[in-house]
């Protein structure tokens, strides 16, 4: 399972509070604590004001590089901020994100064809979330369509097929495993992601919800997660459950990972 790292966002209060103070000693540990877990990617967003944006992200950026060589996310919902963000890392990391929306794809993805840089793409367009799995899939292919013409491999992008409310859900998750199931079907090598928390908004005992998502969307395809890698319950349940989809030969992950005290329980 591919982390992304959730918790270096200016939306949460606590981040929100050392983005406006500045205080970088805050965001380096951040930074620091969640590579420590085993993030493969640390999400930097913002979150301010777009007049700030680029400015708070390159403080970000710059801060966390100092502490971590984690590859980074760079998270906006601007597309030329994410491709201004690019200029900053000193490695290759993810974009967060595109979509069929307006002109993100024709930003973003000629800014990264020819380096090494990874994606998420959302399955959004103009017209906004499709209500429907077959809609959804429309979306998939016009957006594996610009890859190809970028020379951009499946294997580079993370698509995301918008994970949404549980509590205002007609039912459950069952065409979000519908469209990975196709997704997976399609294009073996590329990377199905998601919030693991968007699922549950509006409702108590969130972890719990966020947890059950998280083993029924990998059993559909689910490869690539943003979540808190410092929630060791949930990364025991990771473990387990690619050892339980035979991912994991002679359950050697799940072994060192316990005797490493990743998981959320007594040795």
Known sequence: MIIIAEKINGSIPSVGKAIEAKDAEFIKNL???????????????????????????????????????????????????????????????????????????????????????????????DTGIPRSAEKRLEVLEALMQKAKEYNIDPSRLHIDPLVEMLATSDDGINMIVEVMKEIRKRYPTIHITGAASNISFNLPARKIVNQAFVVLAMNAGLDSVILDPLNRDMRGLIYATDALLAKDEMCIEYIHAFRKNIFGVQK
């Open 31 to 125: 930074a620091k604590v969640q590579s420590e877990a085993g993030a493969d990617f640390i999400d930097v967003c913002a979150s301010v004001e777009v007049s700030k944006e680029v400015e708070t992200l390159k403080w970000l950026i710059d801060i966390a590089q100092e502490v971590t060589e984690t590859p980074l996310a760079v998270d906006s919902p601007s597309a030329e901020v994410c491709a201004k963000a690019i200029d900053f890392c000193k490695k290759p990391g993810l974009v967060n994100s595109v979509s069929m929306e307006g002109s993100k794809v024709a930003v973003v993805f000629p800014k990264i064809a020819a380096t090494k840089w990874e994606c998420v793409a959302l399955l959004c367009d």
